[in-house]
């Protein structure tokens, strides 16, 4: 079992940054496939970004602007937001799984998820 809790969320003002943080518990961390999804309110949860054994991967509405990095020996994973819009207003979670094809876009690819934390972008 892997148990995911992100932190770092809050209110910031539009153009700045915020870096969340996810940390994992469980046995092999450094095997599993990351990544990060967000939901707004009244739509569906959507792929942020996610790192497998080779690549890093980006929706398209936060490419160039967040970066995904993970540090196996704390057991932590990371999601630097730059350059952040009242569009980015959501819940932010962290998941894991052992296995991914592709970028691990869909949600239904991942085992394992955290509570999510919430960020909130002003105009």
């Known amino acids: 079992q892997v148990q995911l809790v992100e932190s770092g969320g809050g209110l910031v003002q539009a153009g700045g940054s915020l870096r969340l943080q996810c940390a994992a518990s469980?046995?092999?961390?450094?095997?599993?496939?990351m990544a990060w999804f967000r939901q707004a309110p009244g739509k569906e949860r959507e792929f942020v970004a996610s790192m497998t054994w080779s690549y890093t991967y980006y929706a398209d509405s936060v490419k160039g602007r967040f970066t995904i990095s993970r540090d196996n020996a704390k057991n932590t994973v990371y999601l630097q937001m730059n350059s952040l819009n009242p569009e980015d207003t959501a819940v932010y979670y962290c998941?894991?799984?052992?296995?991914?094809?592709?970028?691990?876009?869909?949600?239904?690819?991942?085992?394992?998820w955290g509570q999510g934390t919430q960020v909130t972008v002003s105009s």
């Open positions: 998941a894991a799984t052992r296995a991914v094809l592709g970028a691990g876009r869909d949600r239904g690819q991942y085992d394992y």
């Open positions: 469980g046995r092999a961390f450094s095997s599993y496939v």
